[in-house]
């Protein structure tokens, strides 16, 4: 079966108003299976929203592949198993979010009465139903978020690219809109998108992909990734040593605290302790922080 | 060959009337995004003061008066209507690109092409519907004057309509290419002043050398014949009946290949074109 | 669309000021201002508004030009084309009741043998007003009355919209159609108090309509009392004006007796006018070897070349044909 994403030493160019060529994407290469959720993350200017316009067909690269499901990126035919979601949510303010949605349906080849209900239904899910015949210029910024949201799941689309999604919601929001993602998962939808919300990225990704001055420098499984971000933690009384297994050791009264950066330590901890006699009183997994490793990852590549 | 010509070019790639199916979705939008601003009722209000006023020249009698009422109402009409033609081709495609409406648009499994055509054809229809208001307000006017309405101004109605269509795409076609100011002041300059600039070349003609000569008539196939569109001197004065069917074909099919090149061109700017 | 409405409030406003212009009249326009000054163009110079009104009424006058050819557009030719020999289309056949000589002109649309285009150029044929204008004829003058009430109410100190539009009034030769002229030229006068064209004009209603002498006389004594002092500064048109002002007091003052009154006025009007024939035969009596009908035909000569001349005064076309070699005043 052909990637959801194919991406193959992708080069992309921008000219400025000055005349100056800026290169936004260097030499790029990934590629998403279908079904997986893929977080594409970096820094501010890393060359994200370039990535996605490339796949979408609004900035023709230099050099290089893009493709999606094997089709041309940028084509018709792959255009039309795209939900997209672009990074500043506008839409025609005079006109209202029923009829934002039924034009964009009517221009992916849906009508009458089924783009009605999938329309309407759309905006149920994504909590406009009361508002879905007020003008687009009277809805917030959250709001037309959500439009955008329902626009790019118009017609089932088999990958939804999303850029900046949790963008302009309130945390209400963003549990919904997790919710609406993972059962599109369960239905075989590959996601992959673009956002600057770890805390996202972390409960939704199966993978990774960390890009900086336009190229991949980290590519990691979400699973993996956490196990290795992961500390453990035990507080035990006794006289145990810990020699060569953590020197992160804090004691008080006669407790005393180790941590230790993997489970395999944690558990020839826990042998020692009961071998030397010792009571265990707290065991505890912390889960690493995904910020932490994205700004470590940067300032390693920079 | 690239990937968008050859997405364009087949037919396979999408059937014709899902491909008309497009262009109409995308033409409602302009229009009812037009209709919602309420920018034409004021064009209709202007032309209708406009025209009422006239009313105040009673004093000179209804003789009088009714070339003037005609002569008034073809001016109204013609220079309120390439207004809104201007402004409503040389702005369509700036905003959607400045204010990013462009991009769910261009997700959608259409061509560029059908972007600018849909976008065209918006374009002409808020033309016309100005037009046409514009049109009802001032023959009531010219009736509260006692004017008859004729077949010469039936046929003013109908060519004026196409010479709008073509300064729509003249408007597009500038907005691609340059601001959306310089788009319309240059399409101001074109509308208002090709006529004068033929007028010009017709009489320096003559005593022009070979070389002037041959380039009097590659600016004059260049330029838009906006003028050819203009009854409105047959329109206003007595006695001048319809023009021949034969004129109005041509017309037409002018209209249709100089919009037709104009599309073109905006396409070809328009298809590589970082969003 | 926006822009459209805040240009078209923009004109209207400006529109609305130059007509409501009688509460600026007493600052921009002086109670009393020097005759010789083309208050016209005093008026253009001076303000913005004044520019954007010069612009409108001499539009409009352009524009009657049209009216009269039944939407024909003519032109001028060039002196290229002169110094080709090309000819104009030829007068009016209504040569006696047109307001203008046609002799120089030709339609602005060439003929299909002079025309570069082709097919457009049939095109254009076919869908503007154009035909062969040799000897044509002239829509009713009457036609192009709006334009004048228009341009004077753009434009006030646009002494020919008042003038003309008045001559063109009285060709009814009706008392209802005198008042209403003597009312529009009062109009006109109200706003430009020493012109010298109004003034003249209100005189010749009285004399050539009325037949009162005494307050055409008045009326002409004020043109010349306007004009006399600064007739170099004075444009063509008001100059014409003062001379034929000259013209008919000399004849209304040897008319109601008042020989000395007459002799001053002409001698007066000999010094300003010394080429004018007219003038120079009132002022000399005539030879004394005429019998009484050879003196009688003497003065009917006079007569006619007065009232011959003051009809070429109303070549309003001539005047501006001088100033505008070429206009389109086409419209989109």
Same mark, same amino acid.
């Given at each position: 079966m052909k990637p959801a994403i194919f991406v193959n030493d992708l080069v992309i160019h921008y000219r400025q108003k000055n005349g100056q060529n800026v290169?936004?994407?260097? *030499?790029l290469s990934f590629e998403v299976e279908p079904g997986e959720v893929v977080g594409f993350l970096g820094p501010n200017g890393a060359g994200k929203s370039s990535t996605l316009k490339a796949l979408m067909g609004f900035a023709p690269p230099k050099s290089g592949q893009a493709e999606v499901f094997g089709l041309e990126a940028g084509s018709l035919e792959a255009k039309n198993r795209i939900g997209y979601l672009p990074e500043v949510a506008l839409y025609?303010?005079?006109?209202t979010p029923l009829e934002t949605l039924t034009l964009y349906g009517e221009l992916q080849g849906l009508r009458g009465a089924s783009l009605r209900h999938q329309a309407t239904e759309l905006l149920e899910v994504v909590g406009l139903g009361g508002a879905m015949?007020?003008?687009?210029?009277?809805?917030s910024k959250g709001m037309l978020q959500r439009v955008g949201i329902a626009q790019s799941l118009l017609g089932e689309p088999e990958l939804l690219i999303l850029d900046e999604?949790?963008? *302009?919601?309130?945390p209400v929001g963003r549990k919904e809109l997790r919710q609406i993602l993972k059962d599109r998962q369960a239905q075989g939808c590959t996601l992959f998108f673009s956002s600057h919300e770890l805390a996202e990225v972390e409960m939704l990704c199966d993978r990774i992909l960390l890009i900086h001055r336009g190229q991949l420098i980290e590519e990691r499984r979400m699973a993996a990734l956490k196990d290795e971000l992961r500390q453990y933690q035990v507080t035990f009384t006794g006289q145990v040593s810990m020699v060569g297994l953590t020197d992160d050791l804090t004691s008080w009264g006669t407790s005393t605290t180790a941590r230790f950066e993997s489970k395999s330590l944690l558990v020839q901890a826990l042998e020692r302790i009961f071998t030397q006699g010792g009571s265990v009183q707290d065991v505890l997994a912390q889960e690493g922080s995904l910020e932490e490793y994205f700004v470590q990852t940067i300032g390693r590549a920079a | 060959m690239s990937a968008p010509a050859i997405e364009f070019l087949n &037919?396979?790639?999408?059937?014709t009337a899902t491909r008309t199916r497009l262009w109409l979705s995308l033409a409602r939008a302009v229009i009812l995004e037009s209709l919602r601003r309420k920018d034409l009722y004021v064009v209709g209000i202007l032309g209708f003061l406009l025209m009422v006023s006239a009313?105040? =020249?009673g004093f000179f009698g209804l003789q009088g008066l009714e070339t003037f009422a005609k002569d008034l109402a073809t001016t109204v009409l013609g220079l309120f209507s390439t207004i809104v033609a201007v402004l409503t081709g040389s702005r369509l495609m700036p905003d959607e690109i400045r204010n990013r409406t462009l991009y769910p648009l261009l997700a959608r499994p259409m061509s560029r092409f059908d972007l600018i055509m849909g976008k065209f054809l918006g374009a002409v229809a808020v033309t016309w519907i100005a037009f046409g208001i514009l049109a009802v307000l001032t023959g009531l006017a010219l009736a509260l004057f006692g004017v008859r309405f004729e077949a010469v101004m039936g046929q003013y109605l109908l060519l004026k309509s196409l010479g709008l269509a073509v300064v729509c795409a003249v408007s597009l076609c500038l907005s691609m290419v340059m601001t959306p100011s310089a788009a319309a002041t240059m399409g101001f300059v074109l509308a208002f002043g090709t006529t004068m600039i033929v007028r010009a070349l017709t009489m320096a003609y003559e005593t022009a050398s070979p070389a002037m000569q041959w380039l009097f008539k590659l600016v004059n196939a260049a330029? &838009?014949?906006?003028? =050819?569109?203009?009854?409105g001197s047959r329109a206003a004065n007595s006695g001048w009946g319809p023009v021949p069917l034969w004129v109005v074909g041509a017309l037409l099919g002018y209209a249709v290949c100089y919009s037709s090149a104009m599309l073109a061109l905006a396409w070809l700017k328009f298809r590589r074109q970082v969003v | 669309m926006r822009e459209a409405l805040l240009w078209g409030v923009g004109a209207a406003t400006l529109l609305g000021v130059g007509l409501g212009t009688t509460q600026l009249k007493e600052v921009v326009h002086p $109670?009393?201002? $020097?005759?010789?000054?083309d208050a016209h163009e005093t008026h253009a110079s001076s303000s913005l508004l004044g520019q954007f009104r010069t612009s409108v009424s001499s539009w409009l006058w352009l524009r009657t030009d049209l009216y009269l050819h039944n939407g024909v557009e003519m032109r001028h030719l060039t002196q290229q084309e002169l110094d080709r020999g090309k000819t104009g289309v030829?007068?009016?056949?209504?040569h006696d009741e047109?307001?203008?000589?046609?002799?120089l002109i030709v339609t602005v649309i060439p003929s299909r043998e002079r025309d570069f285009r082709g097919f457009f150029g049939d095109l254009d044929r076919a869908t503007?007003?154009? !035909?062969?204008?040799?000897n044509h004829g002239h829509n009713d $003058? !009457?036609?192009a009355l709006p334009l004048f009430r228009l341009m004077t109410w753009v434009d $006030?100190?646009?002494?020919p919209g008042w003038t003309t539009a008045a001559a063109v009034i009285i060709r009814d030769r009706t008392e209802e159609a005198n008042q209403k002229a003597l009312g529009l030229l009062r109009e006109g006068l109200a706003a430009n108090p020493n012109s010298v064209g109004i003034l003249s004009e209100i005189g010749f209603v009285h004399v050539?309509?009325? !037949?009162?002498l005494r307050t055409a006389a008045a009326y002409f004594e004020q043109a010349r009392q306007a004009g006399r002092a600064v007739v170099e500064r004075l444009d063509d048109e008001d100059q014409e004006a003062l001379l034929h002002g000259y013209r008919w007091l000399g004849l209304i003052y040897r008319d109601l007796g008042r020989t000395d009154s007459m002799r001053e006025v002409l001698r007066e009007g000999v010094q300003l006018f010394p080429d004018d024939p007219v003038l120079v035969r009132l002022l000399n009596p005539p030879p004394?070897?005429?019998s009484e009908q050879g003196q009688k035909a003497w003065q009917e000569a006079i007569q006619e070349e007065l009232e011959g001349a003051r009809a070429d005064d109303h070549d309003h076309h001539d005047h501006h044909h001088d100033h505008e070699d070429h206009h389109d005043h086409d419209h989109p």
């Open positions: 290169e936004a994407v260097r *030499g025609y303010p005079y006109l015949r007020k003008q687009n210029r009277h809805l999604v949790t963008s *302009g919601l309130d | &037919p396979t790639v999408r059937p009313g105040t =020249l330029l &838009p014949q906006y003028g =050819l569109f203009d009854m | $109670p009393v201002k $020097p005759a010789g000054l030829g007068s009016s056949d209504n047109a307001l203008h000589n046609d002799e503007k007003a154009y !035909k062969d204008m040799s $003058p !009457k036609t $006030p100190t646009f002494v050539s309509r009325r !037949k009162d004394q070897v005429l």
